[in-house]
Protein backbone atom coordinates (compact mmCIF):
# COMPACT_ATOMS: atom_id res chain seq x y z
CA UNK A 1 0.00 0.00 0.00
CA UNK A 2 1.34 3.59 -0.92
CA UNK A 3 0.99 5.87 1.59
CA UNK A 4 1.25 9.52 -0.17
CA UNK A 5 4.00 11.83 1.07
CA UNK A 6 2.50 15.05 2.87
CA UNK A 7 4.30 18.55 3.20
CA UNK A 8 3.88 21.47 5.04
CA UNK A 9 4.21 24.65 2.71
CA UNK A 10 4.26 28.67 3.89
CA UNK A 11 2.75 30.57 1.33
CA UNK A 12 2.67 34.57 1.31
CA UNK A 13 -0.88 35.94 0.62
CA UNK A 14 -1.84 39.18 -1.14
CA UNK A 15 -5.50 40.22 -0.90
CA UNK A 16 -5.98 40.19 2.86
CA UNK A 17 -7.56 43.24 4.31
CA UNK A 18 -9.58 41.82 7.50
CA UNK A 19 -10.60 39.16 9.24
CA UNK A 20 -13.06 38.13 7.07
CA UNK A 21 -10.26 37.84 3.90
CA UNK A 22 -9.09 35.13 6.25
CA UNK A 23 -12.08 32.90 7.14
CA UNK A 24 -12.79 32.93 3.34
CA UNK A 25 -9.03 32.25 2.46
CA UNK A 26 -9.66 29.49 5.15
CA UNK A 27 -13.30 27.90 4.13
CA UNK A 28 -12.10 27.74 0.59
CA UNK A 29 -8.64 26.22 0.96
CA UNK A 30 -10.26 23.24 3.55
CA UNK A 31 -12.64 22.81 0.79
CA UNK A 32 -9.82 21.61 -1.41
CA UNK A 33 -9.27 17.36 -0.86
CA UNK A 34 -6.37 16.05 0.92
CA UNK A 35 -5.35 19.52 1.84
CA UNK A 36 -5.30 20.69 5.74
CA UNK A 37 -4.89 24.66 6.92
CA UNK A 38 -2.64 24.29 9.69
CA UNK A 39 -2.38 28.29 10.65
CA UNK A 40 -3.52 31.29 8.78
CA UNK A 41 -2.72 35.35 9.89
CA UNK A 42 -3.26 38.33 8.44
CA UNK A 43 -0.08 39.75 9.94
CA UNK A 44 2.01 38.73 8.58
CA UNK A 45 -0.37 37.81 5.58
CA UNK A 46 0.67 33.93 5.31
CA UNK A 47 -1.09 30.64 5.20
CA UNK A 48 0.77 27.16 6.29
CA UNK A 49 -0.56 24.06 4.20
CA UNK A 50 -0.56 20.40 4.97
CA UNK A 51 -1.12 18.71 1.36
CA UNK A 52 0.10 16.20 -0.81
CA UNK A 53 3.59 16.88 -2.48
CA UNK A 54 1.93 16.80 -5.99
CA UNK A 55 -0.28 19.69 -5.23
CA UNK A 56 0.54 22.82 -7.62
CA UNK A 57 0.03 26.58 -6.54
CA UNK A 58 -1.79 26.65 -9.27
CA UNK A 59 -4.48 24.98 -8.29
CA UNK A 60 -4.65 26.46 -5.02
CA UNK A 61 -4.72 29.87 -6.88
CA UNK A 62 -7.88 29.10 -8.94
CA UNK A 63 -9.91 28.30 -6.19
CA UNK A 64 -9.08 31.09 -4.17
CA UNK A 65 -9.91 33.52 -7.51
CA UNK A 66 -13.66 32.28 -7.11
CA UNK A 67 -14.11 33.87 -3.50
CA UNK A 68 -11.77 37.25 -4.23
CA UNK A 69 -8.90 38.58 -5.51
CA UNK A 70 -6.66 36.51 -3.50
CA UNK A 71 -3.49 34.85 -4.96
CA UNK A 72 -0.63 32.91 -2.88
CA UNK A 73 2.74 33.73 -3.40
CA UNK A 74 6.29 31.67 -2.97
CA UNK A 75 6.23 28.69 -0.81
CA UNK A 76 8.51 27.50 2.15
CA UNK A 77 8.56 23.52 2.57
CA UNK A 78 8.72 23.19 6.20
CA UNK A 79 9.36 19.00 6.19
CA UNK A 80 12.08 19.74 3.69
CA UNK A 81 13.75 22.72 5.23
CA UNK A 82 12.54 23.52 8.67
CA UNK A 83 14.94 21.46 10.64
CA UNK A 84 17.99 22.44 8.28
CA UNK A 85 21.01 23.35 9.89
CA UNK A 86 20.50 26.61 6.64
CA UNK A 87 17.12 27.40 8.33
CA UNK A 88 19.29 28.10 12.13
CA UNK A 89 21.80 29.27 10.35
CA UNK A 90 21.39 32.92 11.18
CA UNK A 91 21.09 31.73 15.15
CA UNK A 92 23.85 29.45 14.65
CA UNK A 93 25.89 32.39 13.25
CA UNK A 94 24.96 34.78 16.13
CA UNK A 95 26.04 32.57 18.85
CA UNK A 96 29.19 31.69 17.16
CA UNK A 97 30.74 35.27 16.69
CA UNK A 98 29.41 35.98 20.48
CA UNK A 99 31.19 33.17 22.06
CA UNK A 100 34.41 34.16 19.29
CA UNK A 101 34.11 37.57 21.07
CA UNK A 102 33.73 36.76 24.54
CA UNK A 103 36.47 33.99 23.85
CA UNK A 104 39.19 36.58 22.58
CA UNK A 105 38.17 39.19 25.96
CA UNK A 106 39.02 36.26 28.08
CA UNK A 107 42.27 35.46 26.03
CA UNK A 108 43.82 39.12 27.39
CA UNK A 109 42.95 38.25 31.22
CA UNK A 110 45.34 37.20 33.00
CA UNK A 111 42.72 35.17 34.47
CA UNK A 112 39.11 33.90 33.53
CA UNK A 113 36.26 36.10 34.77
CA UNK A 114 33.29 34.00 33.97
CA UNK A 115 30.98 36.41 35.32
CA UNK A 116 32.00 38.96 33.08
CA UNK A 117 32.06 36.29 30.10
CA UNK A 118 28.46 35.57 31.20
CA UNK A 119 27.44 39.31 30.91
CA UNK A 120 28.97 40.36 27.46
CA UNK A 121 27.75 37.50 26.49
CA UNK A 122 24.21 37.88 26.97
CA UNK A 123 24.94 41.72 26.52
CA UNK A 124 25.67 40.97 22.85
CA UNK A 125 22.82 38.30 22.94
CA UNK A 126 20.33 40.70 23.48
CA UNK A 127 21.57 44.22 21.87
CA UNK A 128 21.33 41.85 18.53
CA UNK A 129 18.24 40.40 19.18
CA UNK A 130 16.27 43.07 19.57
CA UNK A 131 17.99 45.01 16.67
CA UNK A 132 16.32 42.72 14.21
CA UNK A 133 13.09 42.98 16.10
CA UNK A 134 13.08 46.54 15.58
CA UNK A 135 13.50 46.28 11.73
CA UNK A 136 9.76 45.18 11.62
CA UNK A 137 8.18 46.23 15.28
CA UNK A 138 5.04 45.48 14.27
CA UNK A 139 5.48 42.32 12.77
CA UNK A 140 7.37 40.78 15.72
CA UNK A 141 4.46 41.62 17.83
CA UNK A 142 1.91 40.18 15.54
CA UNK A 143 4.11 36.95 15.24
CA UNK A 144 5.41 37.18 18.80
CA UNK A 145 1.39 37.11 19.94
CA UNK A 146 1.21 34.00 18.48
CA UNK A 147 2.73 32.08 20.90
CA UNK A 148 3.99 33.77 24.22
CA UNK A 149 1.39 33.71 27.05
CA UNK A 150 1.82 37.41 27.96
CA UNK A 151 2.00 38.65 24.51
CA UNK A 152 -1.31 36.48 23.52
CA UNK A 153 -3.56 38.17 25.84
CA UNK A 154 -1.82 41.57 26.26
CA UNK A 155 -0.61 42.48 22.63
CA UNK A 156 1.34 45.68 23.71
CA UNK A 157 3.61 43.40 25.15
CA UNK A 158 4.96 42.26 22.22
CA UNK A 159 5.84 46.07 21.30
CA UNK A 160 7.20 46.56 24.69
CA UNK A 161 9.27 43.24 24.37
CA UNK A 162 12.13 44.21 22.42
CA UNK A 163 12.42 47.70 23.78
CA UNK A 164 13.09 45.12 27.29
CA UNK A 165 15.89 43.33 25.52
CA UNK A 166 17.39 46.79 24.20
CA UNK A 167 17.79 47.85 28.18
CA UNK A 168 19.07 44.31 28.99
CA UNK A 169 21.58 44.46 26.16
CA UNK A 170 22.97 48.07 27.54
CA UNK A 171 22.84 46.83 31.18
CA UNK A 172 24.86 43.69 30.78
CA UNK A 173 27.46 45.34 28.39
CA UNK A 174 28.30 48.18 31.24
CA UNK A 175 29.84 48.20 34.52
CA UNK A 176 26.54 48.30 36.71
CA UNK A 177 26.00 45.98 38.86
CA UNK A 178 22.20 45.54 39.83
CA UNK A 179 20.78 42.01 40.87
CA UNK A 180 17.10 43.36 39.98
CA UNK A 181 18.09 43.05 36.78
CA UNK A 182 19.60 39.93 36.98
CA UNK A 183 16.30 38.26 38.28
CA UNK A 184 13.68 40.30 35.73
CA UNK A 185 16.17 38.54 33.58
CA UNK A 186 15.52 35.06 34.49
CA UNK A 187 11.97 35.50 34.84
CA UNK A 188 11.49 37.20 31.90
CA UNK A 189 13.21 34.26 29.93
CA UNK A 190 11.22 31.56 31.98
CA UNK A 191 8.03 33.49 30.93
CA UNK A 192 9.43 32.97 27.31
CA UNK A 193 10.63 29.28 27.66
CA UNK A 194 6.98 29.23 28.61
CA UNK A 195 5.43 29.99 25.57
CA UNK A 196 8.17 27.93 23.31
CA UNK A 197 6.95 24.91 25.38
CA UNK A 198 3.34 25.42 25.04
CA UNK A 199 3.71 25.94 21.44
CA UNK A 200 6.15 23.04 20.63
CA UNK A 201 3.21 20.76 23.18
CA UNK A 202 0.55 21.92 20.33
CA UNK A 203 2.57 20.80 17.84
CA UNK A 204 1.24 23.80 15.79
CA UNK A 205 3.49 24.67 12.54
CA UNK A 206 4.80 28.41 14.04
CA UNK A 207 7.07 30.81 12.99
CA UNK A 208 9.66 31.70 15.36
CA UNK A 209 10.06 35.78 15.99
CA UNK A 210 13.23 35.31 18.21
CA UNK A 211 14.73 37.30 15.36
CA UNK A 212 11.93 38.90 14.30
CA UNK A 213 10.44 38.92 10.47
CA UNK A 214 13.92 38.90 8.86
CA UNK A 215 14.33 35.42 8.51
CA UNK A 216 11.66 32.41 8.71
CA UNK A 217 12.40 30.76 11.15
CA UNK A 218 10.40 27.72 12.78
CA UNK A 219 9.70 27.17 15.91
CA UNK A 220 11.63 24.06 17.26
CA UNK A 221 13.74 22.83 20.16
CA UNK A 222 16.21 25.04 19.31
CA UNK A 223 14.14 27.87 20.19
CA UNK A 224 13.58 26.16 23.42
CA UNK A 225 17.37 25.83 24.12
CA UNK A 226 18.43 29.17 23.25
CA UNK A 227 15.84 30.36 26.21
CA UNK A 228 16.78 27.97 28.53
CA UNK A 229 20.52 29.10 27.67
CA UNK A 230 19.60 32.60 29.28
CA UNK A 231 17.86 31.16 31.64
CA UNK A 232 21.18 29.02 32.83
CA UNK A 233 23.50 32.39 32.23
CA UNK A 234 20.89 34.54 34.01
CA UNK A 235 21.02 31.89 37.04
CA UNK A 236 24.67 31.52 36.84
CA UNK A 237 25.20 35.30 36.95
CA UNK A 238 22.81 35.05 40.02
CA UNK A 239 25.06 32.07 41.72
CA UNK A 240 28.76 34.59 41.08
CA UNK A 241 26.55 37.81 42.29
Not at 201 to 210: D, E, H, L, P, Q
Not at 221 to 229: G, H, I, M, P, S
Request: net charge negative; hydrophobic share 50%; with cysteine.
Amino acid sequence: MKVEALLHRTYDIEGISCSGCVKTIEQVLAEIPKLKVLEISQDPAQVTLEMPSDTALQQLNQALSAAGDYKLKGNQPDNEGAQSSYSYRPLILIFSFLTLAVTLEQWGLINTDIPLALRHFMGGFFLIFSFFKFLDLKGFAAAYSGYDIIADRIPTYGFLYPFLELILGIYFLSPLVIPAFLWFTLILMLISTAGVLKSLYSKKKIRCACLGTVFNLPMSTVTLVEDLLMVAMSGGMLFYS
